[in-house]
Each structure stands twice: as structure tokens, then as C-alpha cells.
T-cell receptor, first 111, second 114 residues
Framework: TQLLEQSPQFLSIQEGENLTVYCNSS?????LQWYRQEPGEGPVLLVT?????EVKKLKRLTFQFGDARKDSSLHITAAQTGDTGLYLC???????????FGKGTKLSVKP | EAQVTQNPRYLITVTGKKLTVTCSQN?????MSWYRQDPGLGLRQIYY???????DKGDVPEGYKVSRKEKRNFPLILESPSPNQTSLYFC?????????????FGPGTRLTVT
């Protein structure tokens, strides 16, 4: 069974701080995605990484795919209150061609 | 605007009363799926469809039905809802971009079964 474990589960920080969240698996994935979900809304795709070692930047967010394509990290620089939300990683494809989702990291950025 | 729509957004019903949650996408995606999201359990796939008239079970299909008669629509049917189906439901459609999938989610349907 392919599983993705995210850590930490919860993270509460002050505005301006840096943070990193992790997504780990014992399985190799062809690609890995990060989504952000705000309360009462559906997840929104932030980025997809497909090559081992790949690094992608989206403004203050930096995403990295592990060399072995089993893990990924999301680093946020100088967090803002608007970064608050649930961050989900998803690896694919699974055995049924589906996306395997982690349980998420709930981030709260306080002013 | 490219989007996935779901209706209703909120639904309170009673045990055993059949209900349908509609889902529609305007992006001409072949792959569509339904998820439920529960605290501590994350997103779990209920059913998916790779194209019209092709559907298959996901991880938690018990108590649910789906149909895919048209490419754009993928309704979720609960024939006899039970309280353990109280959850937040998301429809999604997906596009293969040549290197990976891009998945688009609807806004969610919060279902309460009493």
C-alpha cells in the first residue's frame, strides 16, 4: 500500500517566520503535487514536481522533490496570515491510476 | 471560467432518504472522481471514472453509487444514507499534462445524515 506521511500535522507560527513541512513515503512516485485548502473550500493545486531533485519556487514558497522521488518538502519564507490553510501533498499515479494523498499539515499564521 | 461545480453545497438529511450530489466540469476532462474528507483520515477516494460509461471503485465505495453518462457530469448517489456518511465530499476532474496530472476540485458538499 502506498502511503504519504506529512509532518508536522499542525503548525502554528507568527507572521514573518519561516517554516518547512514534509511529505514522506517508502514508495517511489512519478510525480508529487502540493495543494492548499482553505476552510470551506476545495484543495487548490499549487505545484507539481516530476524530476528527482527538482526545486520549484512560487513567490515565497519553495518546493523540492527528493532525489529518489519518495519525499518532498515545502518551505515558506516570511509567512503571512494569508498562508493559513491545510497543505496537502499527493503522489501519483497509484496502482489504480489515482493520486495518493497525505493527511495534510494544518498551518496557522498569526499576526 | 474553468471549474468544477457541485450541488448542493450543504445538505442535511435523514437516514435512509436517497440523495444525489451533482458534479459538473467544463474542462472536457476524461477523468473524474469523488472523495470524502474526514478529520484525521484525510481525503479518501470513493469512486472514479476514466471516461464516459467507465467507472470503478476507489478506497471507500461502500454505500455509494455513481454514473457517468456524459463527459461533463459525474453524480454521486447515496441510496440509503447512514450517519457514518456524514462528511465533506469533493468532486474532482483531472488532466494528464504529459508529465503529471493536474487535478481540479469542486468547492465541496457538506453532508449531515441524522
Amino acid at each position: 500500500t502506498q502511503l504519504l506521511e506529512q509532518s508536522p500535522q499542525f503548525l502554528s507560527i507568527q507572521e514573518g517566520e519561516n517554516l518547512t513541512v514534509y511529505c514522506n513515503s517508502s514508495s517511489v512516485f512519478s510525480s508529487l503535487q502540493w495543494y492548499r485548502q482553505e476552510p470551506g473550500e476545495g484543495p487548490v493545486l499549487l505545484v507539481t514536481v516530476v524530476t528527482g531533485g527538482e526545486v520549484k519556487k512560487l513567490k515565497r514558497l519553495t518546493f523540492q522533490f527528493g532525489d529518489a522521488r519518495k519525499d518532498s518538502s515545502l518551505h515558506i519564507t516570511a509567512a503571512q496570515t494569508g498562508d493559513t490553510g491545510l497543505y496537502l501533498c499527493a503522489g501519483g499515479p497509484g496502482s489504480q491510476g489515482n493520486l495518493i494523498f497525505g493527511k495534510g499539515t494544518k498551518l496557522s499564521v498569526k499576526p | 471560467e474553468a471549474q468544477v461545480t457541485q450541488n448542493p453545497r450543504y445538505l442535511i438529511t435523514v437516514t435512509g432518504k436517497k440523495l444525489t450530489v451533482t458534479c459538473s466540469q467544463n474542462m472536457n476532462h476524461e477523468y473524474m472522481s469523488w472523495y470524502r474528507q474526514d478529520p484525521g483520515l484525510g481525503l479518501r477516494q470513493i469512486y472514479y471514472s476514466m471516461n464516459v460509461e467507465v467507472t470503478d471503485k476507489g478506497d471507500v465505495p461502500e454505500g455509494y453509487k455513481v454514473s457517468r453518462k456524459e463527459k461533463r457530469n459525474f453524480p454521486l448517489i447515496l441510496e440509503s444514507p447512514s450517519p457514518n456518511q456524514t462528511s465533506l465530499y469533493f468532486c474532482a476532474s483531472r488532466l494528464w499534462t504529459g508529465g503529471s496530472y493536474e487535478q481540479y476540485f469542486g468547492p465541496g458538499t457538506r453532508l449531515t445524515v441524522t
